[in-house]
């Protein structure tokens, strides 16, 4: 029988999710990953499902078999989002608008809500989403992905107080840049752009946002919960 703390990761084909998949298989967890498509990475503590979060029946079914075949769920890193191209609020598509609130808001909700049924069940856990610098720019043409990642910062909170008699934690991670694929595809200019407007100018590594993740799944951290921690700290 596993014996290795569960931490279960959406969004895991890439980037911030897949990091984080790699740190934590590698540090003595078991790491139950998710995305739409296959895995790309393997390991002997890594297990990979595919399915839509946004689709409530597949995220019951997934967090069931969680629980059926694992017996708990330690930490959840609601982690899987989508950013559209930046357009101006007025020419943004409903296709566009759906599909980020289908899966940032939507999808975090859905996986918060079943996980959290586990949780209380074992009376603890922690919860960690994740947000985004962009909330706090206010930038032209990101209305959409900025609305849905304000949308997980309210909702994170409210839940952190209807678990907290559970003694379970719920906190957000707001990470600057991570030089992942989507955001190496901005340009020089644009990132440029974008640090500028940080306290601290510079690009986090994965270690950097494993290392708040850790933070607040550590058993010492239960008094901290409602948090948001904004890695780079945006002016």
Not at 135 to 148: D, I, M, N, P, Q
Request: proline share 3%; hydrophobic share 45%; aromatic share 4%.
């Amino acid at each position: 029988m596993n014996k290795l703390p569960i931490m279960v990761i959406t969004g895991t084909s890439k980037g911030i999710g897949l990091g984080l998949a790699k740190h934590f298989a590698g540090h003595g967890y078991l790491v139950i990953g998710c995305s739409r498509g296959p895995a790309t990475f393997i390991g002997d503590s890594y297990c990979h499902y595919q399915l839509d979060i946004g689709d409530s029946t597949q995220v019951r079914k997934w967090i069931r078999s969680i629980k059926r075949d694992l017996g708990r769920i330690d930490v959840l890193v609601c982690n899987a989002g989508i950013a559209p191209a930046d357009v101006l609020l007025t020419m943004t598509s409903d296709e566009v608008l759906d599909n980020v609130f289908h899966t940032n808001v939507r999808g975090t909700f859905l996986v918060c809500r079943e996980v959290s049924k586990v949780m209380i069940l074992q009376r603890g856990g922690s919860i960690i989403t994740v947000s985004s610098m962009a909330v706090g720019l206010h930038e032209e043409g990101t209305s959409a992905y900025s609305a849905s990642k304000s949308a997980i910062v309210e909702l994170t909170k409210i839940l952190a107080k209807e678990l907290a008699p559970m003694n379970i934690t719920c906190n957000v991670l707001a990470p600057s840049m991570v030089m992942t694929d989507l955001v190496e595809a901005l340009g020089e200019a644009i990132i440029a752009r974008a640090l500028a407007k940080l306290t601290v100018k510079r690009v986090v590594s994965i270690s950097e946002v494993a290392n708040v993740v850790a933070f607040f799944s550590d058993p010492d951290s239960r008094c901290i919960t409602g948090q948001v921690v904004h890695m780079g700290l945006v002016v």
